[in-house]
């Protein structure tokens, strides 16, 4: 009989036996979900860590042994099936501890950075959890989504993205990651071009030192199917404030040759055109374009701006969890309505505010948004906004397709070095997003906007964690290699995985779901 | 019909099919608890005009090595109620009603760690 340290893993196993994620879009039946958490919950400990990855492997081994897939669940926050399973689900969200880099001889002597904005956080770490840790140290993430409620391994595997034009996704300030690929193998991985942990450390927990900059490309965005991601290396930086202006403006040439362009120079923003903003959005109401757009700016600052406004208080009445359910019905039910309810809810919720301020983690909350909603989100070339923009307006005037019940996005990101990150087109992708209530209407008028997306030869991408059209071929045409454009990017990335899991090729199937299998993206 | 009485039979229907009654409390505040785990909950009845009254017991505790169990707060409450609660409470005249109260557990907040320098 093994000696039991006290510190194993605690996996706790639930009555759950269908999942749903966040948006309420899907349900999946699975075989079992596990609740995970470390022996000592309380207090970041390094041994326990150590400890917990080894748990992490014996039920890799049992996934293996039983032929289920394996899944580490995150936030739940994707609209795709990237995170579902008809297998094990492990909820990671209590694994949740953090780590600084205070002492010396823990970082790699090539490492030049500032080592105090180095952090290691456990797979659970939400990243409104991380930012409130941080600002406990007075630093701050670079960058999140637009809301904080996914986990930080979750973030990272599906590309997701904020608005912080010069900084990109969440993968692009994470600088390692310590993946659990099967029963007896676990690997921390860095670039090679950028090694940053002291090799000691990864030989304490057992984990092979893997500094490999096509693997490390391709692990960053990887929708879970690369083992399991127990934790991330990330760099934050000194806690910074940002000032937000929201307002309405006329969709006009200046307004349209800045989606187009970055170029801000001719939009009389609140701040000089030398200060170019660090967030850049814009909200269209397709059923009202004569109303203008809806923009929203931030800037970036060391210190709080003496003109800084205070945060709203948190209003007492907020959308309710059947709202974008009764909106899908009403909208599926009487198509005229559509416009109505759009441009009614385009009044209550985007309003106007001039310069309130607060930290990244004061700025970016967890959501508030319940029910049942969707979102498709494409990633797209500058130069190709207007086009896009056209084709959704001519869909959403078609009777037989439109109206759409909801709201075009468009948020502005730099082009990511990860192998499949959506947000690849250079120097900056813009993600034009369709959000609305989860309803046929929806579902129709996103089938119709791929379709002409492609029959326009617009080079377009997908959000990994929304609704997506994928299919085996689609993707390869999307992810093109940049080295070889006759071949598909989507094979390098296969390729890696086939690599990583070339010691423990069993373990490749524990992670491989349906929705990986459904893409070719499997072997 | 005009769109606002389509729109408001539509709604009809679905409050007919679907409709839910939700009230929350969490704490808004940055450094709230985060949920930990899924909704657990049962619907509770209050009786005869709520003189008697079903209290959930909320269990959060994370039984750890040997017999330590950390106890965790709740990090959100949800009391629902809907179409067929509600007119159990009219038809009989408010002596019973029945409400489901489902809750989240709440994550622990570890204190930050420190990456050792292995010997």
Known sequence: MPLLSGLELIARPTTQRVWQNWHQNFTQPVHEVLDLWNAKPSVSDFTVYRETTRGLQSLIGRAAKEGRSLRALGGSWSFSQVAATDGIVLNTRPLNYRFQFALQGTVDPQYRRDASNLFFAQCGNSLAELNWYLRSLKKALKTSGASNGQSIAGALSTGTHGSAIGVGGVQEYVVGLHLIVGPTRHVWLERASDPVIAPAIPQWLGADLVRDDVLFNAALVSMGSFGIIHGVLFEAEPLYYLQVYRSWRPLDAALWHAMETLDFTGLKLPRPATQPPFHFEVLINPHDMAGGAFVKVMYKDAQRPADGQPLPKPGKIAQGDDAFEAMAVITDLAADVTPLVVNNLMKRLFTEEKGVCGTHGEIFKDTSTRGKAASSAMGIPLDKVRQATDIGLQLNKDPQVGPFPGLFGYRYVKASRATLAFTRHQPATCIFELDGPFSDRTKRFYQKMWDAMDAAKIPYTFHWGKIHGLDATRVRQMYPDPQNPAASAVEAWCGARRELFKQSPESSQVFANQWLRGLGMDA | ?119
């Not at chain 2, 005009?2 to 039979?9: E, K």
């Not at chain 2, 899924?38 to 009845?45: C, K, L, P, Q």
Request: glycine share 6%; with cysteine; net charge positive.
């Open chain 2, 1 to 119: 019909m005009n769109l606002r009485t389509r729109a408001a039979a539509a709604a009809f229907c679905w409050l007919l099919a679907t409709g839910c009654y939700h009230y929350r409390a969490g704490v808004s505040e940055a450094a709230a608890p985060r949920a930990a785990d899924r909704y657990t909950g049962e619907v509770v009845w209050a009786l005869a005009w709520g003189l008697v009254q079903e209290t959930p017991i909320v269990n959060c505790d994370i039984p750890l090595a040997g017999t330590d169990t950390l106890k965790l707060p709740v990090a959100e409450v949800r009391v629902s109620t809907n179409l067929a609660f509600v007119l159990v409470t009219v038809a009989t005249l408010g002596f019973a009603a029945p409400a489901r109260v489902e809750w989240k557990c709440a994550k622990a907040k570890p204190e930050g760690g420190v990456i050792p320098l292995p010997r």
